[in-house]
């Protein structure tokens, strides 16, 4: 079946250590997005990817990173400068060429804690 | 860029309809969407609509488009204690594909 892989599901990390979450898609979707969810708030915008070798910076980007080198993948590094990384991490995809419908899918996300 | 708001908080009664608004920037936005999402679970896709319609109707959600004042609403008919959730309402913009959520809309609904 199709669908978007999150991994780790949990990861402790210690200050100061960058880490990277990984996003893996099989529906051969174009777009591919990163979110922050915080308890209680909404999805706030990280990262977001319409096509290979190109990503755009969303509402929240400082101390994150991503790549886009394969169109199923979109891995987000956590920088030591992230001031507030503890959150729920959750990737998202969207087929975005002509016909080929409009349904976001979601990954399970990622929670991480920084100690 | 893109923007979208919704108000915090909704408290109805059951059995009464519930409107849920949501404004957004970008005239352009092409797609619309409403999520429900349940503690501790994840995204629930309810509905969306495309940015050429004003109006859809799925059982007992119907969703309003105004591009003029780019307002969207999500009305639930005979609101359930089930339907306590955070909504929240997303805009997908085109050029880059900008998808923005709102800041969600809690809905209690009480006995």
């Known amino acids: 079946d199709g669908g978007i892989t999150q991994s780790p599901k949990y990861l402790f990390r210690k200050e100061g250590q960058n880490v990277t979450l990984s996003c893996e898609q099989n529906?051969?979707?174009?777009?591919m997005y990163w979110y922050r969810q915080d308890p209680g708030q909404g999805l706030r915008l990280i990262y977001y990817?319409?096509?290979?070798?190109?990503?755009q910076k969303g509402d929240i980007a400082e101390g994150y990173s991503v790549s886009r080198e394969k169109k199923e993948s979109f891995p987000l590094t956590v920088t030591s400068a992230q001031k507030n990384p503890t959150a729920f991490y959750l990737c998202a995809s969207i087929p975005t060429s002509r016909g080929a419908g409009n349904t976001i899918y979601f990954g399970e996300g990622s929670w991480l804690t920084v100690v | 860029g893109e923007d979208v708001e919704q108000s915090l908080f909704l408290s109805v009664r059951e059995g009464d309809s519930s409107v849920i608004n949501c404004t957004y920037t970008?005239?352009?936005?092409?797609?619309l969407y409403w999520y429900k999402q349940e503690p501790g679970a994840g995204l629930q896709l309810l509905t969306y609509i495309f940015s050429n319609m004003d109006m859809k109707q799925d059982q007992r959600l119907t969703v309003l488009l105004n591009k003029k004042d780019k307002h969207l609403s999500l009305r639930i008919a005979d609101t359930q204690t089930g339907d306590s959730a955070i909504y929240f309402c997303a805009a997908l913009g085109t050029g880059f594909q900008k998808l923005v959520f709102g800041t969600g809309t809690r809905l209690l609904v009480s006995p």
């Open positions: 529906l051969n979707h174009d777009a």
């Open positions: 990817s319409q096509i290979v070798n190109d990503f």
């Open positions: 970008d005239s352009s936005s092409t797609y």
